[in-house]
């Protein structure tokens, strides 16, 4: 892949504890620094509209908030999310908490991709890729005090937006936080039909401290609070009460001005989430049911950075405690309400060692390795959950071993006006909690229960990869990119006749199990062209594919995509406008749920003015107010019709 250095080598002196050295694929830039790609909406906008900036990223929508992310085709399950290196676990078995719900753009730096089985050091069971969120801290001898407000308001669904930091800094010192409030009625699909059960409102605080006890060393400290409640989901068949979040963590850096060695962090964190589920809001239910979820996890990583001659090493040493409990209770209306665990307080405990190696080597060549081999082991701690286990899985432990792991290996070639890239890799994945535990859990994509099931084998992959990058001149660049994955013991739920669905309306009940094999092949070519000094136009196409061991479609795989976008920039002023579209959906998984989706195609009008400390921006999305779902959005609910917003930051 073609990749980017974000981050170069630095000491203490300037912006936060200095980070070594880190490949990545792409990097969205949340705050108002420069380089990398970011929202037309600045830092009002949301984290899913900050990640649809990614180019391998897609979103899985079950309502308004907290969208899924899917890398290179792939769901949660088959990739890493961090927050500043962080684990953090969801707490919802339906997945209405992706870990990027529980920031905001007011706390984010950035949000870096590695796309593939070469992630961070940080990552684990990263098939698909890895992201992390980076916090934003003022640093040492940054400016000595500053102050950021933001405002914006959407027609559609009368969304507001508002967020206030401050931050001060020395030599030996800085802080900084802020909070940041979104509330949003239901919004309106195109032809102005409004949709029930998708609003939200969502609170977030934060406070970042750095010390330096002396000149090669320093401490940091994060907190993170955030707070969503009355979140609809139309996809689904339940609304969220509340998804609460604590986020803590803290870190000591150590650096070097000579030698070898340039940069050693420790970071240890705990993080907590609370999630409940709840239908009270809904009419015609028929079945009241309550169902919460729990995720606590703690952790520790130690990096250490090196160069020598052409090499720059990196070690990463990391391991996390992890425990994910859920229930649900049920109501029927005049007889005794039954009791279910859907996670059996599973204890997971992790820990693994990861290397990379880049290496510079003569005549414009590189080549980067890298590898990491973790251990895990979960114990089943709730004995009624692994009771009702054992039902269906006679003789089963109530405690499991898994050894993961992956390597792998990227070599660029760069020429005059062009790049060539190519990687390869092969990692391994253990089954998450839902796929190896989880116990009747309702998927209303394709309305079938779920169970999980303790006897899976660890999943594979071997990933090749190849990227070109031509640019003729300082006018026009090509960017061509390709990936194929080619999965072992592949794992995805099956039919299995001789249960029977508990929840009404269920098709019937499906149980994890590792398939064959399966491949997931992903292209785009992006062009780039800067008409004049002012003008400039981008487009890109996107085509994907997934098959399983009987050749039949794989679920949420990208038809056929497309966009382009035209700029005009001069000095304060910015004014874009911008086509996005997906071809007709016909190659969908029917087998497993899918069904068709229509081609659409939508357009949008922005413009962004800056006027010293004070920057405004404006735009009109769907503009012609198209009625449409593209093939990630959960059920067919329909997108946002036409959508006039405005928003004003101040810096001071």
């Given at each position: 892949?073609?990749?980017?250095?974000?981050?170069?080598?630095?000491?203490?002196?300037?912006?936060t504890i200095?980070?070594p050295?880190?490949q990545?694929?792409?990097?969205?830039?949340?705050?108002n620094?420069?380089?990398?790609?970011?929202s037309?909406?600045?830092?009002?906008?949301?984290?899913?509209?900050?990640?649809?900036?990614?180019s391998?990223?897609?979103?899985?929508?079950?309502?308004?908030?907290?969208?899924?992310?899917m890398?290179?085709?792939?769901?949660?399950?088959?990739?890493?999310?961090?927050?500043?290196?962080?684990?953090?676990?969801?707490?919802?078995?339906?997945?209405?908490?992706?870990?990027?719900?529980?920031?905001?753009?007011?706390?984010?730096?950035?949000?870096?991709?590695?796309?593939?089985?070469?992630?961070?050091?940080?990552?684990?069971?990263?098939?698909?890729?890895?992201?992390?969120?980076?916090?934003?801290?003022?640093?040492?001898?940054?400016?000595?005090?500053?102050?950021?407000?933001?405002?914006?308001y959407?027609?559609?669904?009368?969304?507001?937006?508002?967020?206030?930091?401050?931050?001060?800094?020395?030599?030996?010192?800085?802080?900084?936080?802020?909070?940041?409030?979104?509330?949003?009625?239901?919004?309106?699909?195109?032809?102005?039909?409004?949709?029930?059960?998708?609003?939200?409102?969502?609170?977030?605080?934060?406070?970042?401290?750095?010390?330096?006890?002396?000149?090669?060393?320093?401490?940091?400290g994060?907190?993170?609070?955030?707070?969503?409640?009355?979140?609809?989901?139309?996809?689904?068949?339940m609304?969220?009460?509340?998804?609460?979040?604590?986020?803590?963590s803290?870190a000591?850096?150590?650096?070097?001005?000579q030698?070898v060695f340039?940069?050693?962090?420790?970071?240890?964190?705990?993080?907590?989430?609370?999630?409940?589920?709840?239908?009270?809001?809904?009419?015609?239910?028929?079945?009241?049911m309550?169902?919460?979820?729990?995720?606590?996890?703690?952790?520790?990583?130690?990096?250490?950075?090196?160069?020598?001659?052409?090499h720059?090493?990196?070690?990463?040493?990391?391991?996390y405690?992890?425990?994910l409990?859920?229930?649900?209770?049920?109501?029927?209306g005049?007889?005794?309400?039954?009791?279910?665990?859907?996670?059996?307080?599973?204890?997971?405990?992790n820990?693994?060692?990861?290397?990379?190696?880049?290496?510079?080597?003569p005549?414009?060549?590189?080549?980067?390795?890298?590898?990491k081999?973790?251990?895990?082991?979960q114990?089943?701690?709730?004995?009624?959950?692994?009771?009702?286990?054992?039902?269906?899985?006679p003789?089963?432990?109530?405690?499991?071993?898994?050894?993961t792991?992956?390597?792998?290996?990227?070599?660029?070639?760069?020429?005059?006006?062009?790049?060539?890239?190519?990687g390869?890799?092969?990692?391994?994945?253990?089954?998450t909690?839902?796929?190896?535990?989880?116990?009747?859990?309702?998927?209303?994509?394709?309305?079938?229960d779920?169970?999980?099931?303790?006897?899976?084998?660890?999943?594979?992959?071997?990933?090749?990869?190849?990227?070109?990058?031509?640019?003729?001149?300082?006018q026009?660049?090509?960017?061509?990119?390709?990936d194929?994955?080619?999965f072992?013991?592949y794992?995805?739920?099956?039919?299995?006749?001789?249960?029977?669905?508990?929840?009404?309306?269920?098709?019937?009940?499906?149980?994890?199990?590792?398939?064959?094999?399966?491949?997931?092949?992903?292209?785009?070519?992006?062009?780039?062209?800067n008409?004049?000094?002012s003008?400039q136009a981008e487009?890109?196409?996107?085509?994907?594919?997934g098959?399983?061991?009987?050749?039949?479609a794989?679920?949420?795989?990208?038809?056929?995509?497309?966009?382009?976008?035209?700029?005009?920039?001069?000095?304060?002023?910015?004014?874009?406008?911008?086509?996005?579209?997906?071809?007709?959906?016909?190659?969908?998984?029917?087998k497993?749920?899918?069904?068709?989706?229509?081609?659409w195609?939508?357009?949008?009008?922005?413009?962004?003015?800056?006027l010293?400390?004070?920057?405004?921006?404006?735009?009109?999305?769907?503009?012609?107010?198209?009625?449409?779902?593209?093939?990630?959005?959960?059920?067919?609910?329909?997108?946002?019709?036409?959508?006039i917003?405005?928003?004003?930051?101040?810096?001071?």
């Amino acid at each position: 892949m073609i990749s980017l250095f974000l981050l170069s080598l630095a000491t203490l002196q300037g912006d936060t504890i200095a980070s070594p050295s880190r490949q990545i694929d792409e990097v969205v830039v949340v705050s108002n620094r420069q380089g990398g790609k970011r929202s037309i909406k600045g830092q009002v906008a949301s984290i899913d509209e900050h990640l649809s900036q990614l180019s391998h990223v897609s979103l899985v929508r079950r309502g308004s908030y907290a969208w899924e992310p899917m890398v290179n085709n792939m769901q949660t399950e088959r990739l890493s999310t961090t927050i500043d290196g962080m684990k953090i676990f969801y707490a919802c078995t339906d997945k209405m908490d992706p870990v990027t719900s529980y920031v905001e753009s007011g706390n984010l730096q950035s949000i870096s991709l590695n796309a593939g089985l070469n992630g961070n050091p940080q990552a684990t069971g990263n098939i698909g890729g890895a992201l992390d969120l980076r916090l934003r801290k003022a640093g040492f001898d940054a400016d000595p005090i500053a102050l950021s407000v933001q405002a914006g308001y959407e027609a559609n669904g009368h969304l507001q937006v508002y967020g206030a930091d401050a931050a001060y800094s020395s030599h030996r010192f800085y802080i900084n936080g802020g909070l940041f409030y979104r509330h949003a009625d239901n919004y309106k699909t195109g032809g102005g039909y409004e949709l029930p059960f998708s609003q939200f409102h969502k609170f977030n605080a934060f406070a970042n401290l750095g010390v330096r006890l002396a000149e090669h060393d320093a401490v940091e400290g994060v907190v993170i609070v955030d707070h969503a409640g009355d979140v609809g989901y139309p996809a689904l068949a339940m609304d969220v009460k509340r998804a609460d979040a604590f986020i803590t963590s803290l870190a000591h850096r150590h650096t070097w001005s000579q030698g070898v060695f340039y940069s050693w962090e420790t970071k240890v964190y705990f993080n907590h989430i609370l999630h409940d589920m709840d239908d009270t809001k809904r009419p015609d239910v028929v079945i009241h049911m309550d169902m919460p979820g729990r995720s606590t996890t703690a952790g520790f990583y130690s990096l250490l950075a090196a160069s020598y001659k052409r090499h720059s090493f990196q070690i990463n040493a990391d391991g996390y405690f992890n425990r994910l409990f859920a229930d649900m209770t049920m109501y029927p209306g005049g007889a005794a309400s039954m009791y279910m665990v859907t996670w059996p307080d599973v204890h997971t405990y992790n820990t693994g060692l990861a290397a990379t190696d880049d290496i510079m080597l003569p005549h414009n060549q590189t080549l980067r390795l890298s590898a990491k081999l973790a251990w895990q082991q979960q114990y089943l701690c709730n004995h009624e959950g692994y009771e009702a286990l054992k039902v269906f899985f006679p003789g089963i432990d109530d405690h499991y071993q898994q050894l993961t792991g992956r390597i792998a290996a990227s070599y660029s070639l760069s020429f005059s006006s062009s790049k060539l890239s190519i990687g390869a890799g092969w990692g391994s994945r253990a089954p998450t909690v839902t796929e190896a535990y989880g116990y009747y859990l309702n998927n209303t994509f394709d309305k079938y229960d779920y169970i999980g099931n303790p006897r899976l084998s660890n999943e594979s992959a071997i990933e090749a990869n190849a990227a070109f990058k031509w640019q003729p001149s300082g006018q026009f660049s090509l960017d061509v990119d390709a990936d194929v994955f080619f999965f072992s013991n592949y794992i995805i739920g099956s039919f299995e006749p001789r249960l029977s669905a508990m929840t009404l309306g269920a098709a019937g009940v499906k149980v994890y199990h590792n398939i064959s094999h399966a491949t997931i092949a992903n292209a785009s070519l992006t062009a780039k062209w800067n008409i004049t000094g002012s003008i400039q136009a981008e487009s890109t196409l996107g085509w994907a594919t997934g098959r399983d061991d009987a050749g039949d479609a794989l679920p949420l795989i990208s038809p056929l995509s497309y966009s382009a976008r035209l700029a005009y920039h001069k000095k304060s002023l910015l004014v874009q406008a911008e086509m996005r579209g997906n071809a007709r959906h016909s190659d969908y998984a029917a087998k497993y749920g899918e069904t068709l989706t229509a081609a659409w195609i939508v357009f949008n009008l922005s413009a962004q003015y800056s006027l010293g400390n004070i920057t405004i921006r404006t735009g009109i999305e769907n503009l012609f107010d198209r009625l449409y779902a593209t093939y990630a959005d959960w059920n067919d609910i329909p997108q946002k019709g036409r959508n006039i917003y405005i928003n004003l930051s101040f810096d001071l």
